[in-house]
Protein backbone atom coordinates (compact mmCIF):
# COMPACT_ATOMS: atom_id res chain seq x y z
CA UNK A 1 0.00 0.00 0.00
CA UNK A 2 1.55 3.54 -0.98
CA UNK A 3 1.97 5.49 1.55
CA UNK A 4 1.97 9.48 1.38
CA UNK A 5 3.68 11.69 3.99
CA UNK A 6 3.25 15.30 4.65
CA UNK A 7 5.23 17.96 6.34
CA UNK A 8 3.28 20.42 8.20
CA UNK A 9 4.79 23.12 10.23
CA UNK A 10 2.52 25.23 12.63
CA UNK A 11 -0.30 24.03 11.60
CA UNK A 12 -0.05 24.35 7.64
CA UNK A 13 0.47 21.95 5.38
CA UNK A 14 3.97 22.98 3.79
CA UNK A 15 4.47 19.68 1.48
CA UNK A 16 4.27 15.92 0.68
CA UNK A 17 6.09 13.01 -0.26
CA UNK A 18 3.98 10.58 -2.19
CA UNK A 19 5.64 7.45 -3.92
CA UNK A 20 9.16 9.02 -3.43
CA UNK A 21 7.90 12.40 -5.23
CA UNK A 22 7.89 15.44 -3.11
CA UNK A 23 5.64 18.00 -3.94
CA UNK A 24 5.65 21.58 -2.05
CA UNK A 25 2.54 23.36 -1.59
CA UNK A 26 2.63 27.51 -2.63
CA UNK A 27 -0.68 29.02 -0.94
CA UNK A 28 -1.95 31.85 -1.44
CA UNK A 29 -3.51 34.48 1.89
CA UNK A 30 -6.16 32.49 2.01
CA UNK A 31 -4.22 29.40 2.66
CA UNK A 32 -5.50 27.74 -0.79
CA UNK A 33 -2.92 25.77 -2.67
CA UNK A 34 -2.04 27.31 -6.21
CA UNK A 35 0.47 25.60 -7.18
CA UNK A 36 3.04 22.19 -6.61
CA UNK A 37 6.70 22.74 -7.03
CA UNK A 38 8.56 19.87 -7.62
CA UNK A 39 11.89 19.15 -5.81
CA UNK A 40 13.53 21.30 -7.77
CA UNK A 41 11.33 24.17 -7.57
CA UNK A 42 9.81 23.44 -11.03
CA UNK A 43 6.08 24.78 -11.23
CA UNK A 44 4.33 21.27 -12.04
CA UNK A 45 0.61 22.48 -11.06
CA UNK A 46 -1.87 25.21 -10.41
CA UNK A 47 -5.19 25.70 -9.62
CA UNK A 48 -7.48 28.55 -9.63
CA UNK A 49 -10.99 28.61 -7.76
CA UNK A 50 -14.65 29.72 -7.60
CA UNK A 51 -15.29 31.32 -4.35
CA UNK A 52 -16.36 28.62 -2.10
CA UNK A 53 -13.67 26.04 -3.53
CA UNK A 54 -14.75 24.54 -6.70
CA UNK A 55 -11.66 24.32 -9.49
CA UNK A 56 -12.09 26.77 -12.10
CA UNK A 57 -9.39 25.80 -13.98
CA UNK A 58 -5.67 23.73 -13.38
CA UNK A 59 -2.79 22.55 -14.54
CA UNK A 60 -0.70 19.12 -13.61
CA UNK A 61 -1.84 15.96 -13.26
CA UNK A 62 -0.36 15.78 -9.78
CA UNK A 63 -2.40 14.26 -7.27
CA UNK A 64 -3.12 15.71 -4.22
CA UNK A 65 -6.52 15.91 -1.53
CA UNK A 66 -5.35 19.37 -0.39
CA UNK A 67 -6.74 21.92 -2.78
CA UNK A 68 -8.88 24.67 -1.37
CA UNK A 69 -7.84 25.99 1.88
CA UNK A 70 -5.28 22.79 1.27
CA UNK A 71 -2.43 24.43 3.28
CA UNK A 72 -5.19 25.03 6.19
CA UNK A 73 -5.98 21.31 6.11
CA UNK A 74 -9.01 21.25 4.27
CA UNK A 75 -9.51 17.72 2.51
CA UNK A 76 -10.82 17.26 -0.47
CA UNK A 77 -12.68 13.63 -0.26
CA UNK A 78 -14.39 14.00 -3.42
CA UNK A 79 -14.79 16.13 -7.01
CA UNK A 80 -17.93 17.97 -4.84
CA UNK A 81 -17.02 17.54 -1.10
CA UNK A 82 -14.13 18.95 1.26
CA UNK A 83 -13.45 17.36 4.97
CA UNK A 84 -12.74 19.98 7.25
CA UNK A 85 -12.24 18.96 10.16
CA UNK A 86 -15.93 18.57 11.86
CA UNK A 87 -18.14 18.49 8.68
CA UNK A 88 -18.34 17.93 4.95
CA UNK A 89 -17.95 21.60 2.39
CA UNK A 90 -20.03 21.02 -0.39
CA UNK A 91 -18.38 23.31 -2.79
CA UNK A 92 -20.90 23.20 -5.50
CA UNK A 93 -24.11 24.45 -3.00
CA UNK A 94 -21.44 26.99 -1.13
CA UNK A 95 -22.79 25.17 2.17
CA UNK A 96 -21.90 22.78 4.55
CA UNK A 97 -24.02 19.54 4.27
CA UNK A 98 -25.17 19.13 8.25
CA UNK A 99 -25.93 21.78 10.54
CA UNK A 100 -23.14 23.78 12.85
CA UNK A 101 -23.09 22.53 16.32
CA UNK A 102 -22.87 25.81 17.49
CA UNK A 103 -26.29 27.01 15.63
CA UNK A 104 -27.66 29.11 16.63
CA UNK A 105 -25.18 31.06 17.75
CA UNK A 106 -23.67 30.45 14.22
CA UNK A 107 -25.42 29.88 10.67
CA UNK A 108 -27.03 26.70 10.17
CA UNK A 109 -25.24 25.86 6.92
CA UNK A 110 -23.54 29.23 5.86
CA UNK A 111 -19.78 28.53 5.25
CA UNK A 112 -17.65 31.60 6.21
CA UNK A 113 -20.20 33.90 7.26
CA UNK A 114 -21.12 33.75 3.31
CA UNK A 115 -17.78 35.55 2.40
CA UNK A 116 -15.48 33.09 1.28
CA UNK A 117 -13.18 35.64 -0.32
CA UNK A 118 -11.94 36.98 2.98
CA UNK A 119 -13.25 34.55 5.79
CA UNK A 120 -12.30 30.80 6.28
CA UNK A 121 -13.37 28.13 8.92
CA UNK A 122 -10.39 26.03 9.86
CA UNK A 123 -12.76 24.23 12.32
CA UNK A 124 -15.68 23.17 11.07
CA UNK A 125 -17.79 25.03 13.79
CA UNK A 126 -17.00 29.46 13.05
CA UNK A 127 -15.44 31.50 10.28
CA UNK A 128 -12.84 34.15 11.12
CA UNK A 129 -11.27 36.46 8.97
CA UNK A 130 -8.92 34.95 6.46
CA UNK A 131 -7.16 38.31 7.01
CA UNK A 132 -6.03 36.95 9.46
CA UNK A 133 -4.19 33.95 7.17
CA UNK A 134 -2.65 36.71 5.85
CA UNK A 135 -1.41 38.95 8.28
CA UNK A 136 0.19 35.90 10.30
CA UNK A 137 1.67 34.98 6.97
CA UNK A 138 3.30 38.60 6.36
CA UNK A 139 5.73 40.43 8.48
CA UNK A 140 5.41 42.50 11.39
CA UNK A 141 4.68 46.18 10.48
CA UNK A 142 7.40 48.62 10.42
CA UNK A 143 9.37 49.19 13.61
CA UNK A 144 8.31 51.95 15.56
CA UNK A 145 11.53 54.32 15.38
CA UNK A 146 10.70 55.20 19.06
CA UNK A 147 10.90 52.03 20.55
CA UNK A 148 13.81 50.88 22.63
CA UNK A 149 12.19 47.92 24.72
CA UNK A 150 13.91 45.09 22.66
CA UNK A 151 17.13 44.22 20.42
CA UNK A 152 17.48 42.74 17.17
CA UNK A 153 17.04 38.94 18.19
CA UNK A 154 13.89 39.83 19.87
CA UNK A 155 12.28 42.50 17.36
CA UNK A 156 12.50 39.98 14.85
CA UNK A 157 10.12 37.77 16.78
CA UNK A 158 7.95 40.93 17.57
CA UNK A 159 8.89 40.44 21.25
CA UNK A 160 8.61 43.54 22.92
CA UNK A 161 11.87 43.33 25.66
CA UNK A 162 15.12 42.38 25.26
CA UNK A 163 17.70 39.38 26.24
CA UNK A 164 20.24 37.42 23.53
CA UNK A 165 19.82 34.13 22.01
CA UNK A 166 19.64 31.39 24.07
CA UNK A 167 18.57 32.71 27.43
CA UNK A 168 14.75 31.54 27.27
CA UNK A 169 15.49 28.34 27.01
CA UNK A 170 18.39 28.42 29.72
CA UNK A 171 15.94 30.04 32.44
CA UNK A 172 13.14 27.55 31.78
CA UNK A 173 15.66 24.56 32.46
CA UNK A 174 16.39 23.69 28.96
CA UNK A 175 20.18 23.88 28.98
CA UNK A 176 23.04 25.64 30.17
CA UNK A 177 23.50 29.33 29.79
CA UNK A 178 24.44 30.67 26.61
CA UNK A 179 28.05 31.77 25.81
CA UNK A 180 28.34 35.14 24.53
CA UNK A 181 31.69 34.13 23.11
CA UNK A 182 30.30 32.21 20.89
CA UNK A 183 26.91 34.20 20.08
CA UNK A 184 29.29 36.56 18.43
CA UNK A 185 31.52 34.36 16.68
CA UNK A 186 29.91 31.05 15.62
CA UNK A 187 27.11 31.12 13.35
CA UNK A 188 26.02 27.53 13.86
CA UNK A 189 26.20 28.03 18.05
CA UNK A 190 24.22 31.20 17.75
CA UNK A 191 21.29 29.92 15.20
CA UNK A 192 21.35 26.75 17.46
CA UNK A 193 20.48 29.45 20.75
CA UNK A 194 17.66 30.37 18.71
CA UNK A 195 16.43 27.49 18.14
CA UNK A 196 16.95 26.24 20.84
CA UNK A 197 14.73 29.06 22.79
CA UNK A 198 12.13 28.24 20.31
CA UNK A 199 12.40 31.26 18.08
CA UNK A 200 13.68 29.73 14.73
CA UNK A 201 13.48 27.24 11.81
CA UNK A 202 15.29 26.28 9.17
CA UNK A 203 13.81 28.36 5.78
CA UNK A 204 11.62 25.51 3.90
CA UNK A 205 12.94 24.41 0.64
CA UNK A 206 10.35 26.64 -1.54
CA UNK A 207 11.46 29.76 -0.11
CA UNK A 208 8.51 30.78 2.34
CA UNK A 209 7.58 31.10 6.14
CA UNK A 210 4.88 29.36 7.22
CA UNK A 211 2.18 30.46 8.55
CA UNK A 212 3.03 32.33 12.33
CA UNK A 213 7.02 32.64 10.92
CA UNK A 214 8.93 35.79 9.39
CA UNK A 215 11.70 35.91 7.07
CA UNK A 216 14.82 36.95 9.20
CA UNK A 217 18.68 36.85 7.96
CA UNK A 218 20.87 36.17 10.40
CA UNK A 219 24.72 37.80 10.29
CA UNK A 220 27.71 38.04 13.14
CA UNK A 221 30.91 40.10 13.09
CA UNK A 222 34.63 40.14 13.21
CA UNK A 223 34.45 42.73 16.38
CA UNK A 224 32.69 40.56 17.48
CA UNK A 225 28.66 41.21 17.30
CA UNK A 226 25.69 39.20 16.14
CA UNK A 227 22.41 40.49 13.97
CA UNK A 228 19.17 39.53 12.68
CA UNK A 229 17.48 41.61 10.18
CA UNK A 230 13.70 40.82 9.43
CA UNK A 231 11.34 41.62 6.53
CA UNK A 232 8.88 43.83 7.05
CA UNK A 233 5.17 43.58 6.16
CA UNK A 234 5.83 45.72 2.81
CA UNK A 235 8.56 43.58 1.46
CA UNK A 236 11.62 45.42 2.19
CA UNK A 237 13.83 44.73 5.55
CA UNK A 238 14.74 46.45 8.49
CA UNK A 239 16.74 45.85 11.55
CA UNK A 240 17.29 47.57 15.27
CA UNK A 241 20.49 47.66 17.09
CA UNK A 242 20.43 46.78 20.61
CA UNK A 243 17.93 49.35 22.83
CA UNK A 244 18.90 52.43 20.46
CA UNK A 245 15.83 53.89 18.69
CA UNK A 246 15.31 52.73 15.24
CA UNK A 247 16.74 55.17 12.37
CA UNK A 248 15.41 55.93 9.12
CA UNK A 249 18.74 54.30 7.46
CA UNK A 250 17.06 51.08 9.28
CA UNK A 251 13.73 51.11 7.74
CA UNK A 252 13.04 50.13 4.01
CA UNK A 253 16.54 48.38 3.44
CA UNK A 254 15.92 46.61 0.11
CA UNK A 255 19.15 44.71 0.41
CA UNK A 256 19.91 43.52 3.80
CA UNK A 257 23.25 41.87 2.69
CA UNK A 258 24.89 45.14 1.42
CA UNK A 259 23.10 47.12 4.69
CA UNK A 260 24.86 44.48 7.16
CA UNK A 261 28.22 45.02 5.61
CA UNK A 262 28.03 48.44 4.96
CA UNK A 263 26.78 50.32 8.07
CA UNK A 264 26.47 53.88 8.60
CA UNK A 265 26.82 56.30 11.46
CA UNK A 266 23.18 56.41 12.16
CA UNK A 267 22.82 52.80 12.30
CA UNK A 268 24.08 52.45 15.20
CA UNK A 269 23.62 56.05 16.76
CA UNK A 270 20.72 58.41 16.89
CA UNK A 271 20.75 62.28 15.93
CA UNK A 272 22.93 63.91 18.34
CA UNK A 273 24.32 61.31 20.46
CA UNK A 274 28.56 61.43 19.69
CA UNK A 275 29.83 58.41 17.60
CA UNK A 276 33.10 56.76 19.36
CA UNK A 277 35.64 55.79 16.61
CA UNK A 278 36.75 52.55 18.30
CA UNK A 279 35.78 49.84 15.61
CA UNK A 280 33.88 47.98 18.03
CA UNK A 281 31.31 50.11 18.26
CA UNK A 282 30.69 49.87 14.02
CA UNK A 283 30.32 46.57 13.58
CA UNK A 284 30.60 45.04 9.77
CA UNK A 285 28.41 41.79 9.38
CA UNK A 286 30.33 40.66 6.85
CA UNK A 287 29.47 36.69 7.36
CA UNK A 288 26.25 35.93 6.88
CA UNK A 289 24.67 32.74 9.16
CA UNK A 290 21.70 32.01 6.52
CA UNK A 291 18.15 32.78 6.09
CA UNK A 292 15.77 31.38 8.47
CA UNK A 293 11.95 32.42 9.85
CA UNK A 294 11.37 33.61 13.10
CA UNK A 295 8.54 32.51 14.68
CA UNK A 296 6.58 35.24 15.58
CA UNK A 297 6.15 35.45 20.10
CA UNK A 298 6.93 32.19 21.10
CA UNK A 299 5.37 31.43 24.49
CA UNK A 300 8.24 32.80 26.19
Known amino acids: MAVTDYCVIDGEVVSEVRNGVER ?28 FGEIRSSTGSSVTPFKFGGTLGYYRDSTTRTYVRARELQQVNGRWMTVDPFWPAEPAYGYASNQPTTSVDTSGYQSSLGIRVMLKQAAPPIYDRNDRDHNCYTAACD ?12 VSGQGPAPNPDMLTSNCSYLVAMAKRDGALINLPSNGRCPVGYYKVKVYISQYPDYHFIRQDANGSWSDKHGERPVQPECVGIIDPDYHAAHPTRHNFYPTGWPAPHDPFWTPIYTTKCGTYCAKRRPKW
Not at 159 to 169: K, L, M, Y
Open 24 to 51: DYVPDPQGNTVALLDSTQTKTDTYIYWP
Open 159 to 170: VDFSFRPGWQSY
